[in-house]
């Protein structure tokens, strides 16, 4: 299963990107967000693995993810040209997925998020949950993203509002 969503963030493209990357506002914005430690490196690194644990519909899943790319490394002074991409692996029980984010100057003020996924299932169980979820895998990608961008924007902190 692959799938593409969007969304416009009315902030300059570094300044997205900074917020994006910093584990300190993942909480903020990432609903459903138990633990996410790094396990080997050091967090949004490549090569860094880290236990990601979410919670949704009272269930929680527990995953591993790598961070395969993060270009540029630094992201201060980014070239108005350059497009920053983030890239990860997220393996679970039954489920592999890869992630590639590209955030690109729209304008002055104002980012492109663009995040590519695609999902892959093991056994029956699961790629019966793939087939028969796939629109709620969507949709949730863009809740993230949707509150990503009300964070950002706004300061909304998705423990705040009871949800």
């Not at 890239?87 to 100057?105: H, K």
């Amino acid at each position: 299963m692959k799938y593409t969503t969007t969304i416009e963030i009315a902030l300059p493209r570094e300044k997205a990107a900074q917020l994006l990357a910093d584990p300190a506002h993942l909480p903020k914005w990432l609903r459903g967000l138990v633990v996410h430690e790094p396990l080997s490196g050091e967090h949004g690194q490549v090569g860094t693995k880290s236990r990601v644990v979410l919670e949704s519909g009272g269930r929680e899943m527990e995953a591993t993810e790598t961070v395969t790319r993060r270009e540029p490394a630094d992201l201060h002074g980014i070239p108005k040209e350059s497009v920053v991409r983030f890239e990860r692996e997220i393996a679970a029980a039954g489920m592999w997925s890869v992630v590639r984010d590209r955030l690109t100057e729209v304008g002055p003020e104002t980012t492109l998020w663009e995040s590519e996924s695609e999902y892959r299932f093991s056994g029956l169980m699961m790629r019966l949950v793939g087939l028969l979820m796939s629109g709620a895998f969507r949709k949730q990608a863009q809740q993230h993203m949707q509150d990503f961008k009300d964070f950002a924007e706004q300061g909304k902190d998705v423990r705040e509002a009871g949800s």
